[in-house]
């Protein structure tokens, strides 16, 4: 038996799509498990609409999700001589033909079907037409000439055997009359040339694979195994689209959703093996088969994927969490300054409280990273005559202390409290206030002690404006 090789096939004509990352995920499991090979295919033949940037885009978005493709990436486009080479071969050994249908005709007839309310069949008005009766004026398209009687059985690694009426499938076009190949054509020939023994990709590539297998045939080639993986749909059951929000990986890693995360989110989107949930890198690989792929539609749930990355937020180690913050920083907020860095790494234990996201995270720290406070003006309403003598006692108060930690925090605290006969909330909203620029944060201690006793004594002493 030849080894696994699977390959992920997008074109460069915009960011990845969430269901294409899905796909490359499946394709890149399966062939790990089997101690396969797991191929990149760039289809750029669309000139027009394919770019560079998006080519490089691709690649980093797998690479940042943790899936790196064996060997080179394979460019369609310059394989095109290949795909041309074989259409001559399947109109010299009689299983394609030239047509010379103008667009005009083309057009009526699937007026005429729509007329009828049929699906479009193009009525193979030259399948066997004589070469003397061909027009000498029209540049003809090469149409594969696709079996007219009984049917045809994918038997399918996922939706099991799939049967259809070869009548339905038309006499497809493998090369236009500009004399550049279809999609079915070149997929086909570059999947027999990769030596690819798995195609796992979305079922609506359904019909396109019935005509693939009929071109495998045609040249006498090894048929692969086919594997179709239903859609992954919107929350409101429609197909999702790259039209709709959170539809790329960027919408995710821009708001802080960690890789190891949405990897075993989409892992878990339409997979499943017994009854477990959070899966690591190698277990994912270990356990990975294609008979867990379920056969409906995977409905896109971000209330799913956010309390999935809040578990990796609190569960993983915090080196690796920080690093991962850092990362995100420096792509999406600002590169965070090496002496607040220490502040923020040494503070992440309460700072990734209640965080689904590393843009919560960011946020929380905020009051680290600001060199200057901008005070919340409803919030600063609340530092009255009261508040500011707290504030100021506060700070006579530590100034004595070589540190701040809880237990020498306390005690100054309570006796605030006292004196002042008020409660908690009468002495820590104003600190908090000052310390942060807002009544909102983490808890005052923790404010406290993340800040230091240098920057919590400059801030005490700023200056208020009311």
Not at 257 to 283: T, V
Request: with cysteine; glycine share 6%; hydrophobic share 35%.
């Amino acid at each position: 038996m030849s080894k696994v090789a699977t390959r992920f096939a997008p074109s460069p004509t915009g960011a990845l799509h969430i269901g294409g990352v899905r796909t490359a995920l499946f394709n890149w499991l399966y062939s790990k498990n089997q101690k396969g090979t797991f191929h990149l295919r760039i289809e750029d033949t669309d000139k027009e609409r394919s770019k560079e940037e998006h080519k490089i885009q691709i690649i980093n978005s797998l690479k940042w999700i943790g899936i790196e493709h064996d060997g080179d990436e394979y460019i369609q486009s310059t394989k095109i001589e290949d795909h041309i080479k074989v259409a001559n071969e399947l109109l010299k050994n009689g299983n394609a033909y030239k047509c010379y249908c103008s667009s005009e005709e083309i057009e009526e007839q699937k007026k005429r079907a729509r007329q009828k309310k049929l699906p479009y069949i193009y009525n193979r008005k030259w399948r066997d037409a004589d070469e003397k009766d061909t027009p000498k004026d029209i540049e003809p398209v090469i149409r594969f000439k696709s079996k007219i009687e009984g049917s045809s059985i994918l038997k399918d690694l996922v939706q099991g055997d799939v049967e259809i009426e070869n009548n339905t499938i038309e006499d497809f076009i493998i090369l236009r009359n500009d004399g550049t190949p279809t999609y079915n054509l070149s997929a086909t020939v570059d999947d027999h040339q990769m030596g690819m023994t798995h195609i796992i990709r979305g079922d609506d590539h359904k019909i396109n694979t019935f005509k693939q297998i009929q071109i495998y045939l045609a040249m006498g080639w090894k048929v692969p195994n086919f594997a179709h993986i239903p859609l992954i749909h919107t929350i409101e059951g429609k197909k999702l689209s790259k039209r709709d929000n959170a539809s790329t990986l960027d919408d995710y890693s821009k708001i802080g959703i960690m890789p190891d995360a949405l990897r075993n989110y989409l892992l878990r989107l339409g997979w499943s093996y017994q009854d477990k949930e959070i899966f690591n890198l190698d277990e994912s690989i270990k356990y990975f088969n294609l008979e867990g792929i379920g056969k409906s539609p995977s409905k896109l749930d971000m209330s799913r994927i956010l309390s999935m990355n809040e578990h990796y937020i609190k569960t993983i180690n915090e080196q690796e969490l920080f690093k991962n913050f850092l990362e995100y920083c420096e792509i999406y907020k600002e590169k965070i300054k090496p002496e607040k860095e220490e502040k923020i790494k040494n503070s992440l234990s309460f700072l990734k409280n209640k965080a689904k996201t590393l843009e919560d995270i960011f946020n929380n720290a905020k009051y680290i990273t600001l060199d200057k406070i901008n005070f919340n003006p409803d919030d600063l309403k609340l530092i009255d005559d009261k508040a500011e003598r707290i504030i100021q006692e506060f700070k006579v108060e530590i100034s004595s202390l070589d540190i701040l930690n809880r237990e020498k925090l306390e005690p100054i605290v309570n006796s605030l409290i006292k004196k002042h006969e008020t409660n908690f909330k009468g002495i820590g909203q104003p600190l908090r206030v000052i310390l942060t620029g807002s009544k909102f944060g983490p808890g005052l201690y923790d404010i406290l002690i993340s800040l230091g006793k240098e920057e919590v004594d400059q801030r005490l002493g700023n200056k208020i404006t009311r």
